[in-house]
């Protein structure tokens, strides 16, 4: 599913720099990201999408080398293949929560809004607890609620990869726990992948796999191969 | 392309405050100036028609403006009077036909017009309801004043005072409604017309009073009878109304060749008559003056457009000043919707479409702009006759 080597980004007029030499995900995983703030965890999730594009090195995402497509074959296969969830929800406040969850087709004329897709938004609503609120504006929802819109809209063109950032960080702890459960029932009913970044210690327990950004770059600084674990969130608590 | 207008319509519909007040900016920046040039453009249709219908005026010496204010718009007291033998001048051994016009009184307000029978048929006036003046105290209601004051045939107006607080002045005179003319969309809808021995008799040149011959020696109206010079006193009967019965005792002092007429209409029968007539004042040395209204009101539009044209320029100042302000508010919306337009860009939406998406934004508010402007526009040239007819009956 995802495949990066040697990856070098810097950020224009900063000293920042993400190194990671190798990192492999195979369709299906849930990897956490953790690490302290910018360490380039988001930085990251933007190379996977296609939004940045490496310095050096390769981002293979879904068989697809995201640097060596056109920008609009790379909106492309964003739409296609990606799904997103932010730390802020970033609903739309002046559309009404089915509006928000077909935002994508609104907004991309190679996404063609039928009656199947409509129905499959108001199911997936359903399934989030959301059927009653169907025309409510985001407003008017309570921010767990926020969240499961915007769950919604990332899982309704059906992606391959789902990248989400912070996004249980704005969410009391009964929130947080609902809205990943939620997050990977989804995935797994379409063997779709989750890479979640976090500072939330707390969550890492139903992840395959953490990856940890302060030992990559010291593990880079040391010269070493990355080193990942998979299951070892016990360890890590 | 129907998704971003879409998101267009329900954005400038969610924020319907800030929709209208940008929708109201551009209309009152767009049609404030062209409600004045529709109104500029009645104005001269309207004033330039009604003087071309009158080819001259003769009347007092002075403001010529005033003159054709006085003959057209029925304007009490913009001209001094002339006498009446003036309009015996003018007629000049039939070179024209001369008509009178006396403007000096108000009946419930509106103008009391004192003339002759041949001004209704210049005009085209015809009475829809009864007939013309025919006896004096009759008088004949434009379309308006009978709408307004809810007068017909039959009823009675009353001539205002000429000054209210002179109690020994001339007393008002009730007017018979002898006829209702037809609605014309000119000055002669917002008059009342009499003969212009009426006119005089509202003035107090003319009056009727009891017949003190027929009175006896010891009546208390007479102070003396001696030698066939009859003296009265204050008690004789002074008649407010003008009958059938009290008619024949209504007389005139003085010579009515010197009676007043505000000014005098003159057709002249062809050109060359009316080239001997100006010829005539031109070379006159008499107090008077022969003027072509419609030279005189085109004059007066030259004013206008320049006045106009300053207007023009402040509206077009007005308008970039709007305009720019328009941007700042379209620049800062961005600013504030930059991350809505970033989740949108992440989501997989093109830059065009987001630019797509702001045009149609505009183009709603525009469009509806648009909409209240030649909605505004189509009511503005709907009344605009009114508007202006009001204006310059107002003027009066």
Known sequence: MIQIEDLRFQYPRTEFMLQLPQLAVESGEKIAIVGPSGCGKTTLLNLLSGIALPHSGTVKVCGEEVSKLTDAARRNFRIAKIGMVFQQFELVEYLDVLSNILLPFSINSTLSLSSEVRAKAAEFAGAMGLAGKLGRKSAQLSQGEQQRVAICRALITEPELVLADEPTGNLDPDNKRRILELIFQLAEKKHQTVMVVTHDMGILSGFDRVIDFEQIRVATVAGENLETRRGDMGEQE | MMGPLQLAWKYVFFHKAKSLILIACIVLTTILPVAVKLLVWQFDQKIVARAASTPSIVGAKGSSLDLVLSALYFKQG??????????????????????????????????????????????????????????????????????????????????????????????????????????????????????????????????????????????????????????????VVSYIEITDENIDSFHFHGDTSEFPVTAVLVAAHGFKEETILQGRYESSESEVQFVRPEIVVRDLMTIVFQVNRFFNANAILIAGSTAMLMVLVVLLSLRLRKREMETMFRLGCSKGTIAWLQIGEMGIIFGFSMVFVFMGCGWVWMVSGDIVEGLLVNAR
């Open chain 2, 78 to 235: 913009a001209a001094d009077p002339v006498p009446y033998s003036e309009v015996e001048r003018a007629r000049g051994d039939g070179l024209a036909t001369a008509i009178p016009l006396h403007c000096r009184f108000t009946a419930m307000g509106y103008p009391v017009v004192g003339t002759s029978l041949e001004y209704f048929g210049y005009r085209g006036l015809e009475a829809v309801d009864g007939s013309l003046f025919v006896s004096l105290g009759d008088c004949v209601v434009g379309h308006k004043v009978a709408e307004m004051l809810s007068v017909g045939v039959g009823d009675r107006l009353i001539s205002d005072r000429d000054n209210v607080l002179d109690l020994a002045g001339q007393s008002p005179l009730k007017l018979n409604v002898a006829g209702v003319l037809g609605a014309s969309r000119t000055p002669d809808d917002w008059a009342v017309f009499v003969d212009l021995k009426t006119a005089w008799v509202i003035q107090g040149l003319g009056h009727g009073h009891q017949d003190l011959n027929k009175e006896s020696v010891d009546s208390p109206v007479l102070m003396s009878n001696e030698s066939g010079e009859i003296i009265a006193n204050r008690g």
